[in-house]
């Protein structure tokens, strides 16, 4: 059986995800806000309501010692998520941490590393997916997302919705990536996704109800640029870095 906090802390953690939802942020941000309730009821035994500061410095120390920076900050976003709009108290610690400043410059992918790459990938999928971030500059959930009517093939540009910051945004759509997605669509034949998943295979993909997997993508990626001995820091820079954006 639960104890008494275990049972608090589940039916305070679900009024925080109606919030997380409610308040229209992107997936990706609910996640990371969501998680890190749940890691910061896990360290504190579900009894998370009143942490003093003292606890929150512990716990944040022991927390930088095997995460990033970014996942430090994140949790430390969702815990003040948490308390404005589920403990509904001000938020009195703005300066618990501050990470380093840090300034690096993007690993850009030539032309010639990029055609390397594209040659490199084997799978058809990947590789039209790959050929389409570099060409339009896209981050990898907006490649992801595309869909059949985001291509304005008559005014020659792609509708990216729902980009960074809930924005969307249009980009010049060149003919060489015109042509490769005309191709690669005409063998999937799928009616709404560019890119639908591998699960059933090229012949089953006109009828996948998602998109291509995030994670396979990922590691395909830094399989071929292994390859190719491309060592870039991510699948981003290793394609959408390339290109300027608009």
Partial sequence: MKSNAAEHFDRQYQTHLKHLKLKG????????????????????????????????????????????????????????F???????????????IKPPKAQRLPDIVTVDEAQRLFATTRTLS????????????????????LKVSDIDAGRQRVHIRDAKGNRDR?????????????????????????FPNRHGGLKAAYR???????????????????????????PRTACATAMPRT
């Fill in 170 to 194: 249009f980009v010049p759509l060149p003919e060489a990536t015109l042509g490769a997605l005309r191709q690669f669509w005409r063998i999937h034949r799928h009616p709404e996704l560019l």
């Fill in 25 to 80: 942020l992107q997936p990706k941000t609910i996640e990371a806000y969501a998680r890190a309730i749940r890691r910061l009821g896990g360290y504190f035994s579900h009894q998370i309501d009143n942490l003093s500061e003292a606890q929150l410095t512990d716990y944040f120390s022991d927390l930088i010692k095997t995460h990033s920076w970014s996942a430090v900050k994140l949790d430390l976003y969702g815990l003040k």
């Fill in 126 to 145: 990947y590789r039209v997916f790959y050929f389409t971030l570099y060409s339009l500059g896209l981050r990898l959930g907006e490649g992801l997302a």
């Fill in 208 to 234: 996948a109800p998602s998109p291509l997997d995030r994670g396979g993508v990922q590691r395909t990626l830094r399989q071929v640029a292994l390859d190719c001995g491309l060592k870039k820091r991510s």
């Fill in 82 to 96: 948490y308390t404005t709009h589920v403990l509904h108290k001000p938020w009195v610690m703005p300066h618990l």
